[in-house]
């Protein structure tokens, strides 16, 4: 199976969480959409909002990236 790429997983459609979800660690999968919405010059607040996560936990994660 071949590997896909960022763009090609969050192309379409992007990960997002449940309100039971919103306090769990960040799974390997939310770490590369923030990633990727870094490299599309998305603000942390657009990630954030997408991904169902606190604001200040996409800057946390980018800070130690």
């Not at 991904?51 to 130690?64: D, Q």
Request: glycine share 6%; net charge positive.
């Amino acid at each position: 199976m071949p590997k896909r790429t960022l763009d090609e997983l969050f192309r379409d459609k992007a990960p997002s969480r449940t309100s039971e979800q919103r306090h769990n660690w960040l799974t390997a999968g939310d770490r590369r959409f923030i990633i990727w919405g870094f490299k599309e010059l998305w603000p942390g607040a657009r990630i954030a909002c997408v991904l169902g996560v606190n604001e200040a936990t996409v800057r946390s994660f980018r800070k130690r990236y």
